[in-house]
């Protein structure tokens, strides 16, 4: 996961030790965007293999929703 996380804080430009399962992707300090819905779609391909639903990450709210998606996907 620390890939994943790194790349989370890349992408919402934050430090890496503020993403945990609980961070909110809404907080003041996140740039949870379109850009960076699409950005997490290339990232979860890349670190795990599997594609995720922009509409469905559109909706997370936290880390741990995305995770969620993963292991959904993983899944089918």
Do not use: R
């Amino acid at each position: 996961m620390s890939e994943f996380y790194a790349g989370i804080a890349e992408i919402l430009e934050v430090d890496e030790s503020a993403v945990n399962p609980t961070f909110d992707l809404h907080s003041a300090e996140a740039a949870w965007d379109s850009l960076a819905v699409v950005s997490v779609i290339a990232l979860v391909d890349d670190c795990f293999n599997v594609m995720l639903n922009g509409q469905a990450l559109t909706a997370c709210t936290t880390v741990a929703d995305i995770e969620t998606l993963i292991e959904a996907a993983k899944k089918s």
